[in-house]
């Protein structure tokens, strides 16, 4: 079973001017990538609920995150040409589009919804296999390595069931 590359971004918030501050790649390797983002300097959205589920303060990210740039050109190095799949694909595609843009860079790589790859059947019990998969395996959720691992070991379990 060949497995896909998975992508997860954590955000400033969820609404209008909130931009990424966290990626977490899953390759088909087994590998597993995640950056922080260093909030550009016209990004100021910041919600505390959101904080209070990531827990990545603002503070934090200018000190320890990378630049849009420097996280755009990653991304491409690391995934170019690949097409990505991701859970949330409405807000991910939207925060992606939000960091190559302020980078200034094009997006060498396809961002496409994980129900594409799930039949009806998977699609029914992609939830309450997911919420399973969370205890098993253990991971601190909404950082975006831990939700991009629980994301490929749930679509593993899925597709072997």
Known sequence: MEVPAIIDLEASGFGRGSY???VGIALADGSVHA???QPAEGWVHWD???EGIHGISRDYLMEHGKSPREVAIYLNDLCGGMTLYSDAWSF???WLGRLFDEAEIIQRFKLDTLTRLLNEDEMTIWSDTK???VKHLGLEMHRAAND???LRETYKKIKTA
């Open 148 to 150: 991009v691992t629980l």
């Open 48 to 50: 505390e609920k959101a």
């Open 20 to 22: 990424p501050i966290e």
């Open 35 to 37: 950056l922080l983002i």
């Open 131 to 133: 919420d399973a998969m």
């Open 92 to 94: 991910d595609s939207s």
